[in-house]
């Protein structure tokens, strides 16, 4: 082995010399998903699944300490999925906030009878809270 490893795995064996370890790396992005079993679920149910499915997901955000960019809703019916999203800067990252975004992203597509088969509600772009916002944006944008 030699003498410097020799010298590392005594270090690790005694546990000196260690370096933390993180529980798990940052996702690029957090989805909760839920299967409609009653395709004749009435409106106000299928609102209720997405308030649900933004607050599970919300909770998920906490130990990494981020917060999400994009909120993205999406229903998958037998024909098709049909989606809504929307950008925030600074990010969403409270329950409250993401429950919010994610009804009224709901509410145009959560017609009932409609033969919903599932519900899906995702937070993406996730970035550290408080995290530096591009410097160009604002320049960028009004470039276009």
């Known amino acids: ?3 410097h490893a020799a010298d590392r795995l005594r270090a690790a064996a005694s546990g000196r010399n260690e370096e933390p370890i993180a529980p798990a790396a940052p996702p ?15 409106r106000a149910g299928l609102l209720d699944v997405v308030e649900g499915l933004a607050v599970r997901a ?8 981020v917060a999400a960019g994009t909120v993205t809703v ?4 037998g024909q098709g999925s ?10 969403v990252a ?17 017609d009932a ?3 919903v088969r599932s519900v899906q509600v995702r937070l993406s772009r996730l970035a550290r ?3 530096q916002g591009s410097l160009f944006g604002a320049l960028a944008a009004r470039v276009r």
């Open 1 to 3: 082995m030699g003498a």
């Open 28 to 42: 690029a992005w957090i989805q909760e998903e839920s299967l409609i079993r009653d395709r004749r679920t009435d």
């Open 58 to 65: 919300s909770r998920r955000l906490r130990p990494f300490d």
């Open 74 to 77: 999406e229903f998958r019916r």
């Open 82 to 91: 049909v989606r809504r999203d929307d950008h925030f800067d600074p990010g």
């Open 94 to 110: 409270d329950e409250d906030t993401a429950r919010q975004v994610a009804r009224a992203l709901a509410e145009p597509l959560a």
């Open 113 to 115: 009878g409609s033969g």
């Open 129 to 131: 809270r408080g995290a």
